[in-house]
């Protein structure tokens, strides 16, 4: 026997289609949608980003002492600043805006500024930073460092030595921030 074959009305049928394609105006759009997104995201990131810092590109050496203060970075910094000068330390370069400072390379005996470019344990440098902490509070952090030995080879940093907790100078700054520890510090919520 034959199969017979029933006629389907043309509506009953499948269609064939072709493959949906978007118009070349919604595909663009579409695309400078994405693109556009990323992009945005650059220029904020760039725009958050300071290129006119003066803030040095150090990071403070791990003995690095450290005090929190219920202050603004510039606050804390200024007081930092005030509190070395009351001490005659002489300092080289400070930036409120970038909250932080450091000294020239000075006598830990005299404190003042050395000329040459001495080397050992008996002139030091010192930098200062105030970095932020919990909301409404900066953390002071203080390093003090001398140079045992010069060699053009290393990066100049990577020579740097924290001066030893026994030497004067180290008891000295150690004075300076439990001062200003006393008066401005932070210590615990009930203060």
């Not at 009953?12 to 579409?30: E, M, Y």
């Not at 150090?58 to 005090?67: D, F, G, K, Q, W």
Request: charged share 25%; glycine share 6%; with cysteine.
């Amino acid at each position: 026997m034959r199969e017979v074959r029933r006629e389907m009305s043309a509506d009953l049928l499948p269609k064939r289609t072709r493959p949906s394609r978007p118009h070349a105006g919604s595909r663009s759009r579409a695309l400078s949608c994405l693109l556009s997104r990323p992009l945005l995201l650059a220029i904020l990131t760039l725009s958050a980003c300071d290129p006119t810092t003066t803030r040095p590109d150090v990071t403070p050496i791990p003995e690095a002492r450290s005090i929190e203060v219920r202050l603004s970075r510039q606050g804390a910094i200024t007081k930092l600043h005030q509190a070395l000068l009351a001490d005659s330390f002489p300092i080289q370069a400070v930036s409120t805006q970038d909250a932080w400072l450091e000294t020239p390379w000075f006598d830990a005996l005299t404190l003042r500024p050395t000329g040459s470019q001495r080397l050992g344990p008996d002139v030091v440098k010192l930098r200062g930073w105030a970095d932020p902490a919990r909301p409404g509070n900066s953390l002071i952090i203080v390093e003090l460092v001398y140079r045992p030995l010069a060699d053009p080879s290393v990066p100049q940093r990577e020579l740097d030595r924290p001066v030893p907790p026994t030497d004067s100078i180290y008891t000295r700054v150690g004075t300076i921030l439990k001062a200003l520890d006393d008066e401005i510090g932070f210590h615990g919520s009930g203060h």
